[in-house]
Structures are given as structure tokens and as C-alpha cells.
């Protein structure tokens, strides 16, 4: 499956329930990169709080941003986004 680059970046705020998305990751892995892709239709978005190191300050707040989404073939998946994640319409 091909997928053009010609598409402005969205913002995770501007997401809403219907809209079609691509997912792009860039995933670093000692010298070796690759970019994974996903497509599908967002079903919500949600800022998930989280304790993901030990010992934090118990008001030292961490939160991810997830993105629920539904595919093609049916199958429900969450993206969690980060720093290497771009969002594209579809």
C-alpha cells in the first residue's frame, strides 16, 4: 500500500470522532530507522493519565495522548502519540 506525503500535518486536538486518519511513527532502534503507518477512523481521543516511572512524586502528573481507532478490516487498535508520531488525513 502506497502513501503520499502531500498532506499537511493534523493536530491531535483537532481530532473528532469520524474522521479518517494515517498514522505515521518513526521508530529508532540503535542506528537502524523505519517509519510504520496505520490508516483507519478515529472513534475518540483521550488524555490518559498514567504512572509510567517508579518512585514519581505522587502530584507529578504523566499523561499520554490515545487515539482509538477502528481499521478497515473492523480490528479497534489505540495509538498512543509521541514526539516521533505525525497525524495525516487519509
Avoid: Y
Amino acid at each position: 500500500m502506497a502513501f503520499a506525503q502531500t498532506s499537511p500535518a493534523l493536530t491531535f486536538e483537532s481530532l473528532k470522532s469520524g474522521d479518517r486518519i494515517m498514522v505515521e511513527h518513526r521508530v529508532t532502534v540503535g542506528l537502524q530507522s523505519w517509519t510504520t503507518r496505520v490508516v483507519g477512523t478515529v472513534l475518540g481521543t483521550e488524555r490518559r493519565r498514567h504512572g509510567l516511572h517508579f518512585r514519581r512524586n505522587v502530584d507529578d502528573k504523566v499523561f499520554s495522548d490515545v487515539v482509538h481507532l477502528e481499521l478497515p478490516d473492523g480490528e479497534l487498535t489505540d495509538v498512543t502519540m509521541d514526539e516521533f508520531t505525525t497525524l495525516h488525513p487519509a
